[in-house]
């Protein structure tokens, strides 16, 4: 093994003085942060014991312990791990209210972003799952007032760490319907990730947009756009069946992306073409039973 980095050795430091083990990773206090003068008791540091990378999701400082890089992971797999460590992490807006739970589910000031939750048939209770929510004024030379938000996280679930988020025009006023942070690393992401890892033989559904993913919560995932290469190799490793369901005008593009899967070695996934100029949030009712009738796939 080569002779450890001064880095590493900081960075082993913390682990073993503030780490918390756990079966895949250890979390710790990040010691960058601290010299930078965050003082904090959150592990915002965390090491993936098997792949050998650690970084911090509030400061971002990443890297890999040398000994890893011969440990046999195969060269797609070191590659998957460096576009993991590179995703850019947020903290959430120091303004965010969810509007699902708490007080911004019944808050004067939370109504506007309520009401249009609402018209798009989302339920208090995903809502509240999704962690569906608004700002209440510009931050960071972003403005995403006036939009409901809607949190990326990461498969863990963790609401202080954000991966992105998606901003929806609620007034009807703004020149562009969908916003998104500067800096999100929408290629290297899906909408729902967790989905992705659920151990069950129920389909989960991949859509394009993360508000078409909602009607059918927990069950589905956005690609957030056009699928990247990255997603594919997410999307390959999920062992649940896969029903690819983009809007109307994008089924050239679903009956691809199966196609792309299934070279991959994914067994049980297919497609249904929506008609055009239709969303999967406008196709509840069919979307559902082809979920539930894998028959009516195509593959």
């Not at 863990?156 to 988020?165: I, Q």
């Not at 389909?203 to 594919?232: K, R």
């Amino acid at each position: 093994m080569s002779q450890s980095s001064p880095r590493e050795q900081i960075v082993r430091r913390a682990l073993d003085e503030t780490g918390q083990d756990s079966a895949r990773n250890i979390r710790a206090v990040c010691p960058f942060c601290v010299r930078e003068g965050h003082f904090t008791v959150k592990r915002n540091l965390s090491f993936n014991k098997t792949s050998g990378w650690w970084s911090c999701w509030r400061c971002n400082k990443k890297g890999r312990f040398s000994g890893y890089a011969s440990d046999g992971t195969s060269s797609s797999e070191a590659r998957d791990q460096a576009n993991a460590a590179s995703v850019l992490v947020f903290a959430p807006p120091q303004s965010y209210i969810p509007i699902g739970s708490g007080p911004g589910a019944s808050s004067p000031l939370t109504a506007a972003a309520r009401r249009y939750a609402a018209k798009r048939h989302l339920s208090p209770a995903v809502q509240a799952e999704a962690y569906l929510g608004m700002v209440l004024r510009a931050e960071d030379d972003q403005d995403f007032t006036g939009r409901l938000i809607i949190p990326v996280l990461p498969a863990s679930g963790d609401r202080e760490h954000w991966l992105g988020w998606i901003g929806r025009d609620f007034t009807g006023r703004k020149a562009d319907k969908y916003k998104y942070p500067v800096g999100m690393s929408r290629g290297k992401i899906v909408y729902n990730e967790a989905a992705l890892h659920v151990a069950s033989d129920k389909p989960v559904l991949v859509v394009e947009g993360a508000l078409d993913v909602l009607p059918f919560w927990p069950d589905g995932i956005a690609v957030l756009g056009t699928y990247s290469e990255y997603q594919i190799g997410m999307l390959a490793k999920c062992r649940r069946p896969i029903l690819v369901a983009l809007d109307g005008d994008a089924w050239d593009k679903a009956r691809a992306l199966v196609w792309y899967l299934t070279l991959a070695g994914h067994k049980n996934c297919g497609w249904i073409r929506l008609p055009p100029k239709k969303d999967p949030d406008e196709m509840v009712t069919e979307i559902v039973y082809s979920m539930e009738h894998p028959d009516t796939w195509t593959r």
